[in-house]
């Protein structure tokens, strides 16, 4: 072990788990270089936080220039950067929403947007759909159920969660319209036997499941959620942590399908990098919510809040060019997969892809995964893996990819499949 590796294991707690072993020491665009000055392209963008490529120049001059002002408000006083990061939101947010709430991390944008729906319509049941990641606290983990391990040591969680299934056509061997319909039919069956809709309070769900494998949810399985929750009075919330700020190559992941939500959750690219996250919902319903039920320490600092406000303008310039890189990218995986069994799928919206690794007999195949994050480390590529059985290559470049640094990430990923099929 490294230096550096004896200092950080001797302080730093062991339960924080790292991707690799990579000591970072600067980034920029879409490549970062390591203490010894060895270069990476990343494509985890921190799980799907740099959307803007690391360092943008223009989010870093608005962060200093906040600094130079004011760092911390603390709910105590109001300044600009809160204000114009919520106008810059409302600006782009999906309709009905035009009022936000800042808070830290997505978990913290999950607990909110729940108890906003407990609180407004005085019911207490949540639905969850399997495979969903919603966040680490007490709370959020018990709407997680994309890794049993996340749920693992903490019962018992919060009452009145209730899950049911997300369509997995590859996974579960079946078409889109099948698995939805299966889907819809265990939904139904739990309105009936299990919580009656008048006690539901929410549908939490991803537009694309993340942590839980990169599934899109289909159209018609969206529909019906809507229409249940319009039927009975429950409101939609659309995780967009992860979906969010471009990463399908809409704005929201929700935008892809001809539905609103009545809350979302936003968070990871909202500054780039720096800690923010919010809940967006509309004026009616935040009515219903008074003053101090709710509220935050450090929830829309000043400084991570400069820094959204241009995020937003830096992926309203980007958006135009994602379908295309969007385009180039299934295309030269797909190629990929039609040259080595080891892929089984490739699946996603915008540059939000999945690739999904296989043994021989189709079977989740974690090893075949680390081998290929390992070759990949070598050859100078990041990414993270997903999944419930970690076999699932994350595919998340920068929005601001240049076509020549997508087609190297896709080169490299096939190099370090045929050296995964061809070892002896």
């Known amino acids: 072990m490294s230096e550096f590796t004896d200092r950080f294991t001797d302080v730093v707690a062991p339960v924080i788990a790292f991707d690799n072993g990579v000591e970072m020491a600067e980034a920029r665009g879409a490549w970062l270089t390591d203490a010894a000055g060895k270069r990476y392209l990343d494509f985890g963008t921190g799980i799907s936080v740099t959307n803007c490529g690391h360092n943008h120049p223009r989010i870093v001059a608005a962060a200093h220039e906040q600094l130079d002002k004011v760092w911390h408000g603390g709910g105590t006083f109001r300044y600009d950067s809160y204000v114009s990061a919520a106008e810059q939101l409302v600006s782009v947010a999906p309709e009905p929403i035009d009022m936000f709430f800042f808070m830290n991390s997505g978990a913290e944008a999950v607990e909110a947007a729940v108890k906003l729906a407990r609180h407004t319509t005085g019911r207490q049941g949540v639905v969850v759909f399997r495979g969903g990641f919603h966040g680490r606290t007490m709370g959020s983990v018990s709407y997680t159920t994309s890794s049993v391990k996340y749920r693992t040591g903490y019962h018992p969680l919060l009452p009145s969660v209730f899950v049911t299934p997300f369509p997995h056509p590859y996974r579960q061997g079946l078409t889109e319209e099948e698995a939805t319909e299966r889907a819809l039919h265990e939904l139904r069956a739990m309105l009936r036997h299990?919580?009656?809709?008048?006690?539901?309070?929410?549908?939490?769900?991803?537009?694309?499941?993340?942590?839980?494998?990169?599934?899109?949810?289909?159209?018609?399985?969206?529909?019906?959620?809507?229409?249940?929750?319009?039927?009975?009075?429950?409101?939609?919330?659309?995780?967009?942590?992860?979906?969010?700020?471009?990463?399908?190559?809409?704005?929201?992941?929700?935008?892809?399908?001809?539905?609103?939500?009545?809350?979302?959750?936003?968070?990871?690219?909202?500054?780039?990098?720096?800690?923010?996250?919010?809940?967006?919902?509309?004026?009616?319903?935040?009515?219903?919510?008074?003053?101090?039920?709710?509220?935050?320490?450090?929830?829309?600092?000043?400084?991570?809040?400069?820094?959204?406000?241009?995020?937003?303008?830096?992926?309203?310039?980007?958006?135009?060019?994602?379908?295309?890189?969007?385009?180039?990218?299934?295309?030269?995986?797909?190629?990929?997969?039609?040259?080595?069994?080891?892929?089984?799928?490739?699946?996603?919206?915008?540059?939000?892809?999945?690739?999904?690794?296989?043994?021989?007999?189709?079977?989740?195949?974690?090893?075949?995964?680390?081998?290929?994050?390992?070759?990949?480390?070598?050859?100078?590529?990041?990414?993270?893996?997903?999944?419930?059985?970690?076999?699932?290559?994350?595919?998340?470049?920068?929005?601001?990819?240049?076509?020549?640094?997508?087609?190297?990430?896709?080169?490299?990923?096939?190099?370090?499949?045929?050296?995964?099929?061809?070892?002896?």
């Not at 320490?297 to 830096?314: H, Q, S």
């Open 194 to 424: 299990v919580v009656a809709p008048e006690d539901i309070a929410c549908f939490l769900i991803e537009p694309v499941q993340g942590e839980g494998g990169y599934y899109p949810a289909p159209a018609s399985f969206l529909r019906e959620l809507r229409e249940v929750a319009d039927r009975y009075g429950i409101l939609l919330i659309a995780d967009e942590i992860q979906t969010g700020f471009g990463r399908t190559g809409t704005w929201w992941g929700i935008d892809n399908y001809d539905i609103t939500p009545d809350i979302i959750t936003i968070g990871k690219a909202i500054a780039n990098g720096l800690p923010l996250s919010a809940i967006g919902s509309s004026k009616d319903l935040f009515g219903k919510w008074p003053p101090g039920v709710h509220g935050t320490t450090f929830g829309g600092n000043a400084v991570a809040c400069a820094a959204a406000v241009e995020v937003v303008n830096v992926v309203n310039e980007a958006l135009p060019t994602v379908p295309a890189l969007s385009e180039q990218a299934f295309a030269g995986l797909r190629s990929v997969q039609a040259n080595h069994p080891t892929v089984g799928d490739v699946r996603g919206l915008g540059l939000m892809i999945g690739v999904e690794l296989v043994d021989g007999d189709g079977r989740p195949d974690s090893a075949a995964l680390e081998f290929v994050r390992t070759h990949l480390l070598e050859t100078g590529m990041i990414f993270h893996p997903c999944g419930p059985d970690h076999n699932i290559i994350r595919f998340i470049p920068p929005l601001v990819i240049s076509p020549e640094d997508l087609d190297h990430g896709i080169g490299l990923i096939d190099d370090a499949l045929t050296a995964w099929e061809g070892r002896s």
